[in-house]
């Protein structure tokens, strides 16, 4: 089955950066756009970025562009989300999500049709 | 503040059938037919229930119901039961490769 486990968060300072990575398996990782997605505490969704399935194009939420870079490595079946010049607002449960196929928007899907259980980035001086 | 916006609570008794309404504008919601809903358990990942504004994935009760006039996406929850008592959050496509969702509605099964 589908599965896809978070890694990476912890607390860190402002300014500071951090890399987290999302390991896939049951599904086939090559053909897949992927996306993360976060939760501030309490909070709403938000959509951070998405990655194509061969990683060809990329494309971020505003409040994150400049800072964030989602990559993937299709031979490790493993997405990444590298996130520098952390602010207190980037405090929030990540979420990687696999893209639902057969429903594209022209470039990606915009459905998230798995998601894993999310990793917790803090933000704090 | 989200850009799609939804009330923040809904209610019903079981049996009942509540609506949540999900509104953006034209360049979100109305602007395309790229819309979604999903389901969020306290402590748990969201689900996806409703995608294409109306479609059902796989293993989705039919209680569950999209639809969409103009700017605005509705959610039906027909049926009530108690686990439907969730955070339920919409979801479109916003043009320029950009996805948005919205502020997300408490559903309490009374």
């Known amino acids: 089955q589908v599965r896809l486990v978070e890694s990476g968060g912890g607390t860190v300072q402002p300014g500071t950066s951090l890399r987290l990575s999302c390991a896939a398996s049951g599904f086939s990782f090559s053909d897949i756009g992927l996306h993360w997605v976060r939760q501030a505490p309490g909070k709403g969704l938000e959509w951070v970025a998405v990655i194509l399935f061969d990683g060809s194009e990329k494309y971020y939420a505003d409040s994150v562009k400049g800072r964030f870079t989602i990559s993937r490595d299709n031979s490790k079946s493993t997405l990444y989300l590298q996130m520098h010049s952390l602010r207190a607002e980037d405090t929030a449960v990540y979420y990687c999500?696999?893209?639902?196929?057969?429903?594209?928007?022209?470039?990606?899907?915009?459905?998230?049709?798995?998601w894993g259980q999310g990793t917790l980035v803090t933000v704090s001086s | 503040q989200s850009v799609l916006t939804q009330p923040p609570s809904a209610s019903g008794s079981p049996g009942q059938s509540v609506t949540i309404s999900c509104t953006g504008t034209?360049?979100?919601?109305?602007?395309?037919?790229?819309v979604s809903w999903y389901q969020q358990h306290p402590g748990k990942a969201p689900k996806l229930i409703i995608c294409?504004?109306?479609k059902r994935p796989s293993g989705v009760p039919d209680r569950f119901s999209g639809s969409k006039s103009g700017n605005t996406a509705s959610l039906t929850v027909s049926g009530l039961q108690a686990e439907d008592e969730a955070d339920y959050y919409c979801?479109?496509?916003?043009?320029?490769?950009?996805?948005?969702f919205g502020g997300g509605t408490t559903l309490t099964v009374l």
């Open positions: 034209s360049s979100d919601v109305g602007g395309y037919k790229y």
């Open positions: 979801s479109a496509y916003a043009g320029n490769n950009n996805v948005v």
């Open positions: 999500a696999k893209e639902m196929a057969g429903y594209s928007s022209g470039r990606f899907s915009p459905y998230c049709d798995y």
């Open positions: 294409e504004v109306s």
